[in-house]
């Protein structure tokens, strides 16, 4: 009789005018939370308003409001219905309702739907047994049936069923067992999924862990055979895995009963919501497999019906996997050809850069993820470490000896970059020199000679000169990520990262900076707190990114020629100081809340092929080539417009009189003529420049920047350089270079900077340069406003806000150390 009130089913198969009572919503994480914010929580009452049968979206009202749901989404909502035969009928309304039925109504909502996933032979059926009560046969045998056994528990008020389904070393299509846990899990959708772990074994048990971890399936960890791990010895921190997988693990003994009870106790907790270790991480698979997921889910976001109930992050996956069952699936969607197409592209992509077929890639990174986990938490029993003292990780991520191996590492790249750039620097310079001058004579004086010579020609080719540094830089960050020793980089750095408040995952968005911030602050992307990433944001440009290298070579070739390696050296790692600094006060100030960690991957290494690296260099190249066609080139010729007009200018002398009272001098040979007209020429010159635009700008902002031993000019260059640093560089060349026919060369711009006097203020005839004011302005580049991509960047991943935020302050901690580095620095020099 009582059965008869009470009906279960979904609300997509409610009639109009039927009034139910929500007892459970399934589906992705993503839906339910969407859902459960329109209102559609247990234990809510909702009555249909319209639903015919082909018509969609359906009318429903709850709490008073009416809201549409597309059939799709109907479906993942188990409700019962509330008969509204007479002796119930409409009291619902008057709180009425018959005690009953009430109650049979909060029974529905304690129903726990659990599956029992793990390995064969990890325990399974002893759990299973144990906590039922129930006599399947144990033993160390593999499934001929497969089938699953089902029994119920009852714990604290709660009906949980569990299914104890064959074991599996991975949940792919490949075996009918295999098929069987995948369909149970899509199609039943139970409520939690206990993932029972043999921890004599947690490398291979973990690999289907983190297939569960994509799927997106609340997970709770059966830690089974906890007395072996005990018994040998090891060491397992396993709290800190499961929050840094988001997942409670619970070690048990089953066969011994030993913590069943608390592990349901957790699935209870969990299934409420109410465990604070459940969240959802992601598998980082690395930037090429990453960059290929996100094109793809973009895709697949355009059809809700599916991502109600799978992850698109999921989905993904499985089709970069070539995973059959999927791809029919996505075969029904209508952009489902273009999917498939994407998918095959990226494959191929993927493909031919690893050599290796996609899902292999994608397996390897699991078991970088695995390996990662486990070297975090796992100390290993005495004889077992012995085992293992082959693996090269043991040397990477030494403790002690990781460190010095990584500084070399980076002391190599960087001298490397110095020493071998060197060459092929001086052939594009003389290179450009020859075509600036050919250029000159080809074309006959006037604005646009000047335009294309000084403007274009100087400023983009003083700039492309340091091609080949930026392109060896490159080609050594690549490197290391290819080899798979950045990531052990990030490993060894984990506990130092920890004690600025960050993750050591943060470190490689740190380390991508050294090439281009613009990038790195992407990167961030791979963090999964925003906390960290915006931390990371922050800091990143500290990192002295490649742009900012021509200055240094040209500053540091000019006034530190002895120590030109060491000198550059210590630029990153007082960029680097920096950021630590700023990163532990920020962290004081404005993120000081708990963090969650989570699991660094060790993939695989790989011998890197020339040709990956190349091409993986050669990308970070084309973006450096375009950002010189676009916003350097734009840039270059503001800069000359600005420093050649305005045209009708007072001089304060008349040059071309002197020049022609010199011509007329008698007593002077032809030689020492020459040279007293070309140097009157550059006094010329330079009133000219002082009285232009760019001139007036550089006076106008010389008293903030004077302190720093700066003189226009470079204040004119730093303005400029908000645009991007390597525009710091041509604008010196146009502000410095005087003489006009040589051409603009590194060279000439050094000299002319070594000789460059003060022509205003109280220093009028010293030098404007000296190794302490070149310091001081190379520290101020590498610490102010990062450039305009940067700022944008900020903006794209963490609004106006943080952007603003990170131009004033980097500007006014590059002008206190500038300071201080002057005005200290001036005491003993
Ligand atoms: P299944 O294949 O996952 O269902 O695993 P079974 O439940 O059939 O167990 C396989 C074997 O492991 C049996 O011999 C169990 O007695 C044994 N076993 C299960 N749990 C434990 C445990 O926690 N500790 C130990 N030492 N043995 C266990
Ligand atoms: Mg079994």
Known sequence: MEDQLIISQYLSELRTGEECVITKVMGHGAFRRRITEMGFVKGKKVKVIKNAPLQDPVEYEIMGYHVSLRRSEAKLIEVVLVDDSENIGKSIYSGTFALEAMRKIQEKTKVINVALVGNPNCGKTSLFNYASGSHEKVGNYSGVTVDAKSAVLQLKGYTINIVDLPGTYSITEYTPEELYVREHIFNEMP?????????????????????????????????????????????????????????????????????????????????????????????????????????????????????????????????????????????????????????????????????????????????????????????????????????????????????????????????????????????????????????????????????????????????????????????????MEDTGYMARSAFIMDKLMHKIGLHGKSFIPLLMGFGCNVPAVMATRTLQSKKDRLLTMLITPFMSCSARLPVYVLLIGAFFPKNQGLVLFSIYVIGVLTAIVAATVLKKTFFSKREEPFVMELPPYRVPTLKNTTVHMWHKAVQYLKKMGTVILTASILIWALSYFPKNITFSKNYDALSAQVANTAGLTKVQKEAKVSEIELQKEAERQEKSYIGQIGHAIEPVIRPLGFDWKIGVSLVTGLAAKEIVVSTMGILYQADKNAGETSGHLKKKLIEQVHNTGDHIGERVFNPLVAYGMMIFILIYFPCIAVIAAIRKEAGWGWASFAMVYTTATAWIMSFIIYQVGSLFI
Do not use: C
């Not at 600036?436 to 000169?465: K, P």
């Open 191 to 479: 409520d939690v999924v206990v993932n029972v772990v043999d921890a004599s074994n947690l490398e291979r048990n973990l690999f289907l862990t983190t297939q569960l971890i994509d799927m997106h399936v609340k997970v709770v960890m059966a830690l089974n055979m906890y007395d072996e791990l005990e018994r040998s010895g090891a060491q397992f921190d396993y709290d800190y895995l499961g929050k840094m997988i988001g997942i409670p693990i619970i070690p048990t003994v089953a066969a011994k009963g030993r913590g069943i009870d608390d592990l349901f106790t957790r699935v209870i907790e969990a299934f409420e919501d109410k465990d604070p270790v459940v969240r959802h991480v992601h598998i980082n698979y690395g930037e090429e497999i990453e960059g290929a997921i996100k094109k793809i889910q973009d895709e697949i976001w355009k059809n809700k019906e599916i991502t109600d109930k799978y992850s698109s992050r999921f989905l993904s996956i499985k089709l970069l996997e070539n995973d059959r069952i999927f791809r029919h699936m996505i075969d029904e969607l209508p952009n489902g050809k273009k999917i498939q197409e994407l998918v095959a592209k990226e494959i191929h992509r993927l493909e031919k850069m690893y050599k290796e077929p996609a899902d292999t890639v994608i397996t390897d990174a699991k078991y970088g993820f695995v390996a990662g986990a486990i070297n975090e938490t796992l100390t290993p029993a005495v004889e077992e470490k012995r085992r293992r003292t082959s693996d090269l990780d043991n040397l990477l991520t030494h403790k002690i000896l990781g460190f010095p191996i990584f500084i070399f590492f980076m002391w190599v790249m960087f001298q490397a970059t110095f020493t071998l750039g060197s060459y092929p620097m001086g052939w594009i310079d003389a290179g450009v020199t020859w075509f600036s001058n050919s250029v000159s004579s080809w074309m006959s004086e006037g604005s646009l000679r000047d335009l294309i010579v000084n403007g274009i020609i100087g400023g983009v080719g003083g700039v492309i000169i340091f091609l080949p540094n930026i392109l060896l830089l490159f080609f050594f960050i690549s490197l």
